[in-house]
């Protein structure tokens, strides 16, 4: 395999890994439904 | 009194209510084979579960719900219990049945939640466990004579062992409404409730008595949220109220003792006794609950569980470490040469391999806590604790969520739920993080490791259980500083903690939480640990440094080493030159720069620009940073470890690399000084992301966690700062 076809195949690795952490790191901030209840301070999401 | 209907075109749904502890989710994993969390210690579920289950009757949705002792929520979990119970969460359907989950060993405070959910007017079915352990105390339960007693079907049930499952779901489409009792309420109580049940409108007649009786006991919210508010219904419960403390009745307190007479009445009425004598518990208890012997035996149970992880597990943990090193010689071999090779071999190997190594490791740890955990021990060391968090101004009921931290931050953090008072709440999700999670464990494997090979396992496992004291230390110092901040007073609330009975682990259970949480950690290291791997390896891999600046750099190796040549100088010239085109393309790669940037801060710590590169990695998941070391140290040295005498035996790849790694001057970057400071960092710093978003999310805002981060990580700097400086002085770095 030639080194410019492997500079590719590892520029694409390298994007798709970014992406999958970006999604999970907003996907963790991001709000989301919490299960509190009255007092619970989660109910602010 | 009906049995329940099954409602056209969906299934019934049942709660599980009882006391925490009672053994809910046993029983609801036991229904629906779901495999929730189950401990043998209250507080456990503190968020609703549900599954679905093939009952006789058709399809049954069971929800799980956190374990109340009361329907007058206390804290949040327990309006959790109420909120649903009394159909009030607009994401559950109020439920057709209730399956009351009754402890026969504490049969009397079981009773109590029953009276209160056979108000609520619903379909009841009660489940009645710890049967054995009733009968083993001398003191059965007829189980036939508290069904006629309650007027609703008992089903002695077996959770973990399935007996009596069958029995229930058969039972589940037979619950019928339970008769409310007549309770024994002072004359005066009665004639009030009446008075007050005028003012309410919105309730059917037969429920307005009720209703007005348990406002008068101090009940609120859930199915009272609208009778409550309603003017008419406040000006008249103020009346009442104040006719009834004219009078010196206590309105809560008669309601309480008026449902223990009439549950002493049916306990009577039910329960066998026959003398017995101290129980095994009991014994067992007078040495594990003693303030002395019991704190004596807890430390020593974990040195000897710290012990075990370095003296018997090692060898495996050579073993994986065997695997990955062939793993990468292989594929190195198989592909050629260039940046996709670098990649599979420098970055996702190295990386993802230095994490996995451990594994063996971490595996027992879950092992060892989750049989301590379900052989009934957890929760007296709860108990013995209390006193302890007391102390700190922490309340006792902490300690569990404490103890969650020891695994992760996060479930630690949202176990702060059973916790009544918003303060001591607050409190306990600000020193969680101390606790040392799983994810430090690696980190602290491979520096205690690395600079304690040499020592005994004992030696070895009392710096582990420093690690863990330090965190615990620096968690209590937190809380007193905390307490003694507070402006406000407030007295201090009695923890209340059902001790389980002791009992042998459960083999399948105590497998397959180990599984879980092992397979968890392997989850995290093939995902997480796999993507950051691949951009640190990217950060350490370019841009590529010109290739003039690489050939200078392995020109000065070889002078310097043909200036004093060893025995063999050619071998000597080619390692010098590989090692010094490495560390030439290392410092000019992202990594590398951001290192250098951020020296300045980190030196006065012990820790070279390399470590610094770790620690940021690190910032994403503490376990990052054995990841990021391994890949800095393959792209920096690439020939590091090929050679078989240089690894010596028990010894890792990873580790003789930190141990031959040199600084310009020509020290050693690693010396054991560094490697308490570097110890002492990860102890203290707050450094996972995830833990700080599930903080904001728990306490509403941006404000707790961002104090938690700069005090976390100031504090590290500080006694970090204090062990390297003043170590360098005595010792000479």
Same mark, same amino acid.
């Given at each position: ?45 | ?79 959790? *219990? ?56 001398? +003191? ?54 009446? !008075? ?56 809560? +307190? ?5 449902? &223990? ?17 101290? *129980? ?47 793993? +990468?010689? !292989? ?96 409190? *306990? ?63 201090? +609330? ?46 350490? &891999? &370019? ?89 800095? &140290? ?11 005498? !240089? ?87």
């Amino acid at each position: 395999m030639s080194h410019a076809v492997q500079t590719v195949i590892v520029a694409l690795i390298v994007a798709g890994a970014a992406a999958l952490l970006s999604w999970r790191v907003f996907g963790l901030f991001a709000p989301r439904r919490a299960s509190g209840c009255g007092s619970c301070p989660a109910k602010k999401d | 009194m009906n049995a329940v209907a099954a409602p056209a075109g969906r299934p019934l749904v049942v709660a599980l209510a009882g006391n925490p502890n009672a053994g809910k989710t046993t029983l609801f994993n036991a229904l629906t084979g779901l495999r929730q969390k189950v401990a043998n210690y209250p507080g456990v579920t503190v968020e609703k579960k549900s599954g679905r289950c093939h009952a006789p009757g058709g399809d049954v949705d069971v929800i799980d719900l956190p374990g109340a002792y009361s329907l007058v929520a206390n804290s949040p979990d327990e309006a959790v *219990t109420a909120a649903i119970l009394t159909g009030q969460r607009a994401d559950t359907p109020a439920p057709d049945a209730i399956v009351a989950v009754v402890d026969a060993s504490n049969l009397s405070r079981n009773l109590f939640l029953v009276s209160q959910l056979i108000e609520l007017g619903r379909p009841l079915v009660i489940a009645l466990t710890m049967v054995d352990v009733a009968a083993r105390r001398g +003191q059965p339960i007829d189980a036939p004579a508290l069904a006629r007693a309650l007027g609703v079907p008992v089903v002695p049930v077996t959770g973990h062992r399935r007996h009596g499952v069958d029995r229930l779901l058969v039972a589940l489409h037979q619950a019928v409404v339970a008769p409310t009792p007549v309770w024994p309420l002072p004359e005066a109580l009665w004639e009030e409730a009446h !008075e007050l049940s005028r003012s309410i409108a919105d309730l059917p007649e037969p429920l307005r008595v009720a209703a007005a009786r348990r406002l008068l006991a101090g009940e609120s919210g859930g199915d009272l949220a609208a009778v409550e508010r309603q003017p008419a219904v406040v000006a008249a419960l103020a009346r009442s109220r104040a006719r009834l403390h004219n009078l010196g009745i206590d309105a809560m +307190q008669a309601d309480i003792e008026a449902r &223990y007479r009439w549950i002493d009445g049916v306990v009577g009425g039910v329960r066998g006794e026959r003398p017995v004598g101290r *129980t095994l518990s009991e014994r067992v208890d007078a040495v594990l609950l003693h303030p002395v012997a019991g704190l004596g035996v807890f430390a020593l149970i974990m040195f000897a569980l710290f012990m075990t992880l370095f003296a018997y597990v090692g060898p495996l943990v050579d073993g994986i470490d065997a695997i990955v090193g062939w793993l +990468q010689a !292989e594929v190195g071999d198989a592909m050629s040469a260039g940046p996709l090779r670098d990649l599979v071999v420098d970055g996702v190997i190295a990386g993802v391999g230095s994490v996995i190594v451990f594994v063996p490791q971490i595996a027992l740890l879950y092992l060892f806590l989750a049989a301590l955990e379900d052989s009934g021990y957890l929760a007296r060391a709860a108990f013995l604790m209390d006193r302890v968090l007391a102390g700190v101004g922490l309340h006792g009921k902490s300690f569990i969520p404490l103890l969650s931290s020891f695994a992760c931050a996060i479930p630690g953090i949202m176990a702060a739920r059973t916790i009544e008072r918003a303060r001591d709440r607050l409190a *306990t999700i600000l020193v969680a993080p101390f606790m040392s999670c799983s994810a430090r464990l690696p980190v602290y494997l491979l520096v205690i490791g690395a600079f304690l090979a040499g020592q005994s396992a004992w030696i070895q496992a009392l710096a582990m259980l420093g690690c863990y004291v330090l965190g615990i230390l620096a968690a209590v110092g937190t809380a007193l500083a905390f307490k003694l901040m507070g402006a406000k007073r407030e007295r201090a +609330q009695a923890f209340v903690l059902e001790l389980p009975t002791y009992k042998a682990p459960q083999p399948s259970l105590v497998a397959r939480q180990m599984w879980t949480n092992t397979a968890q950690f392997l989850t995290k290291a093939g995902t997480t640990i796999f993507c950051l791997s691949v951009l640190l390896w990217a950060m350490a &891999y &370019y841009p590529r440094a010109p290739q003039e600046r690489v050939d200078a750099a392995m020109a000065r190796a070889e002078a310097e080493v043909r200036a004093s040549p060893p025995a063999d100088v050619d071998a000597a010239v080619e390692r010098a030159r590989e090692h010094a085109a490495g560390h030439a393309q290392l410092e000019h790669s992202v990594a590398g720069r951001i290192g250098h940037a951020i020296e300045p801060v980190i030196a006065p710590l012990g820790f070279e620009w390399k470590i610094g590169v770790g620690l940021i990695g690190a910032f994403a998941a503490r376990e990052v940073f054995n990841a990021t070391l391994g890949i800095i &140290y393959a792209v920096g040295d690439p020939g590091a470890g090929d050679d078989d005498d !240089e690894i010596a035996a028990n010894e890792d790849r990873l580790v003789t690399a930190l141990r031959a790694d040199r600084r310009d001057d020509g020290s050693p970057v690693w010396t054991p000084l560094v490697a308490v400071s570097l110890l002492a960092w990860f102890v203290l710093a707050m450094q996972c992301i995830s833990t700080t978003a599930v903080v904001r999310r728990e306490t509403g805002g941006w404000t707790v966690p961002l104090i938690q981060l700069a005090y976390m990580n100031a504090l590290a700097w500080a006694v970090c700062f204090a062990i390297y400086q003043v170590g360098s002085r005595i010792w000479g770095g």
